[in-house]
């Protein structure tokens, strides 16, 4: 059976904690970040409406880490199964992105690998999108149909639990008594929610209607003014590509131990200055503008070359973290507007 | 193949040669044979240091040790030239594409080095002079700033030149008394009918600013943008693809380079700076 019916959450959670080690969203004011999850807390888990704030990322591409032991022995963190629970069609896509990268199959990334086979995915529906999110503007849904383990819709009286994999369909095999069959109504009233929603997103993006895919604004603006001035409220606190989902760039360095040596694998930023210099000092992105449309090139035209799909699942999350007030919509809607006029003049001709 | 792309294997610097004021080259053994095709690229550690990006200077024949030149310019490279014999290194790779010998064969190659630049390219005359009958001819126009920073002194004023194929002319930038050579940017001595541009290849190697006027003179002769050859000098930190540092446009250095045409990455900005 691939789909049943919860009536509350701790009983799930508790189940995956007994097997596991489980992050739960927190509430944090307006916001949501992640926090392990204790089953002796008697109070009903907290269910995120939206995205938590910080990336699903984290869990699979830690801040930093130990990429590589060298010149002697250590020992390496044994990656046990771990579960998060509350994440978002957007999360989800996000992972998507990473796998590519990091699961290449030419240079496999161990740790990523590892940590990947190992994580167990509890997905939600989205009911009350953010002003910021903007997943309906590059391909997303507020809801999830592949790549978790188990989806959660919230519904009227609890949830309709999914298994969208063999992990997922044997822990609800194993695990029949915390759920029941689905109310005859259930699965309507998801669709409408989830229609809802999607309505929601929407009305939340209509005045940054689009007349052309983004890759091809994007990269027919490649020479816009407008690269330089968005730059211009950019303070550079490189805050859009660390809660990005889908951003993972790093930097390696190498530390020395006391009897080994390690490479260390780090977080590291497109928008910082030195970024691209080279010893002997050449840079060919000093210019911050040079780097601010190297980011956008990078998600929209670039990856989406290589891996056949773009690099941003719409979260919302840099509009929501730039200190400076940027908003990759306006920027997008600004370019889309240039590359009419540019087309008009061509035609005009 | 090493599991983890992050662990370099251990190696030894087992001599070093000066070459010029500010190069050296070290001779490494890797614990285990190390196969790598000519022009791709290894990063090597300095142990608890850090690790830097270089293109082999000796001929893919020699599985057991390689020849590493490097020019001192930043940390990494400050404290391996302080190095000596017997330091324990570590190696990662080899990465990248290499250039494409097999596609030059039948043609003239034509191959402008400046300054370090001349060690992939000592790499690759190695790889094409093995083979030299497979090559209508390999003409060399090498410079540098002054006559003792060309490095390799010894096979460019001694069996290089004399190669049965091999047409090699040397410039300094800057000359001493004991210079009888041509004076000037390794540019005034490439000349439009030193090869046949419809039959040849161009392989360019040196710092960004020879690397663009070479390029642009290049072009200016005739020579098609895909019969030029550039290594890229970029930020390679990974190796492998993913750290995003050396991209140009929509290329990974690392992977989808070092090695490049011209036609291939024209199109975006300030690839020399």
Known sequence: ?349 | MNENPYKPIDAEIIDIIDESPTIKTFVIVPQSEFRFATGQFVELTLPGIGEAPFTPSSSPKETERMDISIMKAGQVTGLLHECGKGQKVGIRGPYGNGYPVDSFVGKEVLIVGGGVGLAPIRSLFLTLVDRIKDFKRVVCRFGARTPEDLIYKESLFGEWPKIDGVDMKLTVDNSDDGWSGNVGVVTTIVKSDDVDINNSAVVICGPPIMMKFATMQALEYGFRPDDIYLSMEKNMSCGIGKCGHCMIGKYYVCKDGPVFTYEQIRKYPKIWD
Not at chain 1, 26 to 45: H, I, M, T, V
Not at chain 1, 231 to 246: D, I, K, L, N, S
């Open chain 1, 1 to 349: 059976m691939d789909k049943v019916f919860l009536k509350n959450l701790k009983p799930l959670l508790d189940a995956i904690a007994e097997q596991m080690e489980l992050y739960v969203p927190k509430k944090l004011g307006d916001y949501y970040s992640f926090s392990r999850y204790k089953p002796a807390d008697s109070a009903e888990p907290v269910f995120n409406n939206i995205r938590v704030s910080s990336p699903a990322k984290e869990f699979l591409f830690p801040m930093r880490e130990m990429a590589a032991v060298y010149g002697g022995k250590a020992e390496t963190p044994d990656i046990k199964p771990f579960a998060v629970f509350g994440l978002k069609n957007c999360d989800l896509r996000g992972i998507k992105i990473l796998d590519c990268v990091f699961k290449e199959e030419e240079f496999l990334d161990p740790s990523y690998v590892a940590r990947r086979d190992n994580m167990f995915i509890i997905s939600s529906d989205c009911f009350d999108p953010a002003e910021t999110c903007f997943c309906n503007m590059v391909g997303g849904q507020p809801f999830a149909e592949e790549g978790f383990d188990l989806n959660l819709s919230k519904v009227k009286g609890g949830f309709i639990v999914e298994a969208g994999s063999e992990k997922g369909q044997k822990f609800v095999k194993d695990n029949m008594r915390i759920f029941t069959d689905l109310p005859a109504d259930a699965e309507s009233e998801r669709d409408q929610i989830r229609k809802k929603s999607r309505t929601r997103l929407d009305e939340i993006n209509a005045e940054y209607l689009l007349d052309n895919p983004i890759n091809e604004i994007v990269e027919g603006c490649y020479d816009s003014p407008l690269f330089e001035e968005e730059a211009g409220v950019c303070v550079e606190c490189q805050g859009c590509t660390r809660v990005c989902p889908t951003c993972h760039c790093f930097y390696l360095y190498d530390t020395k131990q006391k009897d080994y040596f390690g490479k260390m694998k780090m977080w590291d930023s497109c928008m910082r200055c030195d970024y691209a210099a080279v010893a002997g000092g050449e840079n060919p992105r000093k210019i911050l503008g040079d780097r601010s449309r190297h980011r956008l090139m990078h998600k929209f035209v670039y990856f989406l070359e290589r891996y056949g799909i773009e690099m941003c699942v719409g979260c919302g999350r840099c509009v929501e973290g730039c200190a400076g007030g940027s908003e990759v919509r306006q920027l997008l809607k600004k370019l889309n507007e240039e590359l009419k006029d540019k087309k008009h003049t061509k035609v005009t001709k």
